[in-house]
């Protein structure tokens, strides 16, 4: 077999002025951020901020000595953590010292809620804590940007997936009747005291804090941005409990997102093709017949429109593998597509659909019946693959990035992660794991699929990275899925990604 080596060029971003750059830091230090000059870029960012006093002072201190204050740092390493210049200096855009509005949450009573022994009543009481300044902020006349909420270290800890509290307190029903809770029945087995915990609501939401406070708050239109205390430290690499990345890396990652998520939009493709969207599918298994499918579409502006299909039989654990039906496909397509119209979208030539599994071909056929005529659809098969081939070079430092192995006309691998010229270093940990793409629907050049996912990479607002080892179809698609497809009991919706991220 004969195969093809070579290096793709590092994908531009473009900024204001239309000026190109490859590094996100470069263009929003030199030129500031794309919507500078565009009727929709905010000019002062008028935000809420939730949370105990601890980490509300926390917050002040850091907007303050780190969001509007230049970071020069002393360090070796000053292309991979360039110094932060500002928020102002660099978005062309004002944050406040003081927020627009404050609410203090009881620290003891917040932890109390967090070290309950019920999974789903811990988080479920700690969410709903937070969620108590929002309908405060309901009633209120005037609108907010971004609400910021800081959470202590120990909810991080406590209400996750598989958090495992030492000092717990409280009723932990038996799993078979939390099962049954899931499904709205009671038990009468159990005394009038501890069922009147048993509200169906609380089992029909993640015990995942961020995936449910995410999606509970998306009914107040407002976007949120989520900061642990530990992450406001002013020392250079965090405190002794928990090492972070240097305070300018930090300041620039968190301004970004709050930028975003505030309206304003940092940087676009600069090599997009004009007419082409990208769609993100993700499956999730609800219980062992039954799954349900996300989809996230991309444009070259970082826009992206989130589509929650329906759940079904869409899971094979004979073949392990998801099988959406024809007509279920041309569902969640045809309301991406809807979706995508109302907001004004373009015309559109091409659309990548991309995957982490094969796709079934009646689902493939499904997604063309809803495609608009004269419009190409491409499916394809973008995943890490952790045990597959591996490229090394001469020397301490791994393969460049934008190395790619072509296999065939329909097959190649792609080294997202690797060696980056423009900071001189690998910002990464382990031997680069190489993306497999393969076009399994469709007719598309590999090596233009190839750079188009690189290009894909650079699209993360909820970070100021050169780029990341996934492109934003592939890397938010099981993000998304889990906040909408975890949380059954939660009906309201929003289309846009800054709500989910």
């Known amino acids: 077999m004969n195969f093809k080596y070579t290096v793709f060029q590092e994908p531009l971003l473009e900024f204001r002025y239309g000026q190109k750059l490859e590094d996100p830091h470069d263009g929003l230090y030199l030129f500031g951020p794309y919507s500078a000059d565009k009727p929709s870029h905010p000019e002062k960012i008028k935000y809420a901020l939730i949370g105990t006093k601890r980490g509300i002072n926390l917050f002040k201190n850091w907007t303050e000595h780190v969001m509007n204050a230049p970071q020069i740092e002393e360090s070796s390493k000053l292309r991979l953590w360039p110094p932060f210049p500002g928020f102002k200096e660099a978005f062309s855009c004002e944050f406040p010292n003081t927020p627009s509005w404050i609410h203090n949450i009881d620290e003891n009573k917040l932890l109390e809620a967090s070290r309950y022994k019920n999974e789903y009543e811990r988080t479920y009481r700690v969410a709903n804590m937070f969620i108590e300044a929002f309908d405060i902020l309901e009633k209120k006349d005037e609108s907010f940007d971004i609400a910021i909420i800081v959470v202590p270290d120990e909810i991080y800890m406590n209400c996750r997936p598989e958090s495992r509290v030492k000092e717990s307190w409280g009723y932990r029903p038996p799993m078979k009747n939390m099962k049954s809770f899931k499904k709205g029945q009671t038990t009468l087995e159990d005394d009038f005291e501890n069922r009147r915990w048993y509200t169906t609501e609380k089992y ?5 804090f961020r995936r449910q406070i995410k999606s509970r708050i998306i009914k107040y239109n407002i976007p949120i941005q989520i900061i642990r205390e530990s992450t406001l430290s002013l020392q250079d690499r965090g405190d002794e409990k928990r090492g972070v990345t240097p305070l300018s890396d930090r300041a620039w990652n968190l301004s970004t997102a709050i930028f975003y998520k505030s309206g304003g939009k940092p940087w ?71 979706t995508y119209s109302k907001l004004g979208g373009e015309t559109l030539k091409e659309i990548f659909i991309h995957s982490h599994s094969s796709l079934n071909k009646e689902a493939f056929l499904g997604f063309r019946d809803a495609c608009p005529k004269n419009v190409k659809l491409i ?123």
């Open 379 to 501: 499916g394809v098969v973008v995943r890490k693959e952790k045990y597959d081939i591996r490229l090394y070079r001469l020397g301490k430092m791994p393969v460049l990035r934008g190395s790619f192995l072509k296999i065939d006309d329909k097959t190649g691998y792609l080294w997202a992660s690797g060696f980056k010229p423009r900071i001189d270093t690998y910002d990464g940990w382990e031997v680069p794991i190489p993306l497999k793409i393969f076009v399994q629907y469709g007719e598309a050049p590999i090596e233009q699929v190839a750079k188009d996912i690189l290009a894909l990479t650079k699209l993360n607002y909820n970070a100021c990275k050169l780029g990341d080892s996934e492109p934003v179809t592939i890397k938010f698609s099981d993000a998304v899925g889990e906040i909408l497809i975890s949380n059954p009991g939660v009906k309201e919706r929003r289309s846009q990604f800054k709500f989910y991220i």
């Open 268 to 338: 676009k493709l600069a090599s997009a093709r004009d007419g082409v969207s990208y769609i993100g599918i993700s499956f999730k298994i609800i219980n062992e017949k039954t799954a349900c499918c996300t989809a996230q579409m991309f444009l070259d502006s970082g826009d992206g429109i989130v589509f929650l299909g329906e759940e079904g039989p869409w899971y094979s654990p004979e073949r392990k593998q998801f099988e959406l039906s024809r007509e279920a496909a041309k569902r969640l397509l045809s309301g991406t597509l809807e």
């Open 204 to 208: 029909n939401l993640s015990v995942d």
